[in-house]
T-cell receptor, first 115, second 113 residues
Framework: AQSVSQHNHHVILSEAASLELGCNYS??????LFWYVQYPGQHLQLLLK??????LVKGIKGFEAEFIKSKFSFNLRKPSVQWSDTAEYFC?????????????FGTGTRLTIIP | DTAVSQTPKYLVTQMGNDKSIKCEQN?????MYWYKQDSKKFLKIMFS???????INETVPNRFSPKSPDKAHLNLHINSLELGDSAVYFC????????????FGPGTRLTVL
């Protein structure tokens, strides 16, 4: 079974600081990887995803993530954060097996940006 | 132009009651899901249906019964509600074979008193 770890539970940054949120997964086979964002009181929105190909993927709102297979990691980055990035960020994985399409989520990282 | 919609958005009820949450998607997807987000924001899959057939059933009390009348709808019925059922329930949908990207609904905040 797959599992996901997000090591940072709460990150507080000032505007314009650079961001990196850690995500590690555990699964022996091929996976699809996702980062979702949940703004306060809202539903989950997809930031970016990795299925195959270039391990550096770019998402919306200036976010990017790098898949490092040898480290089982998919860290999320943004060079300069804004106050509007305050939200909960979830890393998720699913195995590329037909019939096993459930997303397994990490416990989330709360990001607070101070103006 | 809502993609995945849920009703109601908020649900406050007493312990022991039976309630339902409805979900509809207009994305033409063939797979729908229910997730539960607890008070610590942890998200966990509960059920998944593909073309009206149950394909994922995690360890969920049998008081929870999903029903999928067609590909575009997946409802969740909960019997004998307990305090621990208080959570936000998210519906999601995807196309099983084309892409694993799941689109989420706005959530239903259930509060059991």
């Amino acid at each position: 079974a797959q599992s996901v770890s997000q090591h940072n539970h709460h990150v507080i940054l000032s505007e314009a600081a650079s961001l990196e949120l850690g995500c590690n997964y555990s699964y022996g086979g091929t996976v699809n990887l996702f980062w979702y964002v949940q703004y306060p009181g809202q539903h989950l929105q997809l930031l970016l995803k990795y299925f195959s190909g270039d391990p550096l993927v770019k998402g919306i709102k200036g976010f990017e993530a790098e898949f490092i297979k040898s480290k089982f990691s998919f860290n999320l980055r943004k060079p300069s954060v804004q106050w509007s990035d305050t939200a909960e960020y979830f890393c998720a994985v699913n195995a590329q097996n037909f019939g096993n399409e459930k997303l397994t989520f990490g416990t989330g990282t709360r990001l607070t940006i101070i103006p | 132009d809502t993609a995945v919609s849920q009703t109601p958005k908020y649900l406050v009820t007493q312990m022991g009651n039976d309630k339902s949450i409805k979900c509809e998607q207009n994305l033409g997807h063939d797979t729908m899901y229910w997730y539960k987000q607890d008070s610590k924001k942890f998200l966990k899959i509960m059920f998944s249906y593909n073309n009206k057939e149950l394909i994922i059933n995690e360890t969920v009390p049998n008081r929870f019964s999903p029903k999928s009348p067609d590909k575009a709808h997946l409802n969740l019925h909960i019997n004998s509600l307990e305090l621990g059922d208080s959570a936000v329930y998210f519906c999601a949908s995807s196309h099983l074979t084309r892409s694993n990207e799941q689109f989420f609904g706005p959530g239903t905040r259930l509060t059991v008193l």
